[in-house]
């Protein structure tokens, strides 16, 4: 008997290979899926303003990136004592103005160059929910736990996330013609707006995407929502607080991902580079000076063996260090 209800996703005709510059905008959803792309030292930005949760934040983090908007110090505001942005995440935040516009600034400007080059962007909307600030009407990103009274509470309409994303996909289409735009629906649960509003909210969200599928630059969309609700169905694939993914959850999506945007050898190359990096986290405490020297020379085989296929990846950390416990067990 089967116990799960299981769905195929079919694999995407357009595969995410070593050549080929990914960037994830939007929820942390966005965040868990881009840091698996990190550890295989694949070429990825992942929200380069931090993380944005509505279809509306996303687009003015685009809007940033594209026409090289530079924020300065009226764009900020400080609350208690803390510099923050409206447009950015917590950690843009500090109590000197200058560092956080340095950051933001150059954020943007390494992300304009990102997406010049980048074959597929992933756009993860995690609610249909925003909140306004009074005291100018604008849409923000983050509400950096300032007082709940000086915003006010929206759903958007799908026909405003339509009508917002068409044009943007028109943008998008035009400047990149080579991109591949990919939507996703966060899994996670916003539970602050209790669980009808939760459902409320994702409802609008898929009938939008729904809506976008049908432009002409053809995007995709990848059923990370479906795969936690429909297919796992378990709180054993919740973190602690029972609104996240767990790990393993993570890491089922990430099969699933993997299955649908990755060719075979792309896998089997992300799988080795995977090797690399779990051996270079696992710091060496004891141990033979014998065995620690073996250690260090598979690895360092290992990570010629991708340089060879992979000139560009960047592993010198990695070489670095087990080139230095190579040395410590000559001395």
Sequence with gaps: ????????????????????????????????????????????????????????????????????????????????????????????????????????????????GFLD?????????????????????????????????????ELLTVDAIVTLWNKYLDKLLALYPQMKVVFTISPVRHWKDGAHGNHVSKSVLFLAVEELLKHPSRPDYFPAYELVMDDLRDYRFYDEDMLQPSASAIEYIWRAFTGCYFSKPTLELWNEVNKITKAFSHRIREGSGEG?????????????????????????KETEYFRSLQQLNHL
């Excluded at 090289?68 to 950690?91: A, I, M, P, Q």
């Excluded at 600030?133 to 915003?151: E, L, R, Y």
């Design 1 to 112: 008997m089967e116990l799960r209800t299981t769905f195929k996703i079919e694999p995407s005709g357009e595969k995410i290979t070593y050549n080929d510059p990914v960037m994830f905008i939007g929820s942390c959803f966005a965040t868990s899926i881009g840091r698996q792309f990190e550890i295989g030292h694949m070429p990825v930005m992942i929200n380069p303003s931090g993380t944005v949760y509505n279809p509306v934040s996303v687009c003015n983090t685009l809007n940033t990136i594209i026409n090289g908007l530079k924020y300065r110090r009226d764009d900020l505001y400080n609350h208690e004592g803390t510099w923050v942005s409206f447009d950015h995440y917590t950690d843009f935040s500090s109590t000197d103005p200058l560092k956080v516009l340095a950051k933001i600034n150059r954020n943007s400007d390494e992300a304009r």
């Design 117 to 153: 080059e980048a074959r597929f962007l992933f756009i993860t909307f995690g609610t249909a929910r925003i909140f306004r600030w009074k005291q100018s009407g604008k849409i923000v990103s983050n509400c950096h736990k300032i007082p709940a009274a000086n915003f006010s509470h």
């Design 292 to 316: 620690i020297r073996k250690f260090a020379e598979r690895s360092l085989l290992q990570i010629e063996s991708v340089k060879k296929r992979i000139p560009s990846i960047d592993l010198e």
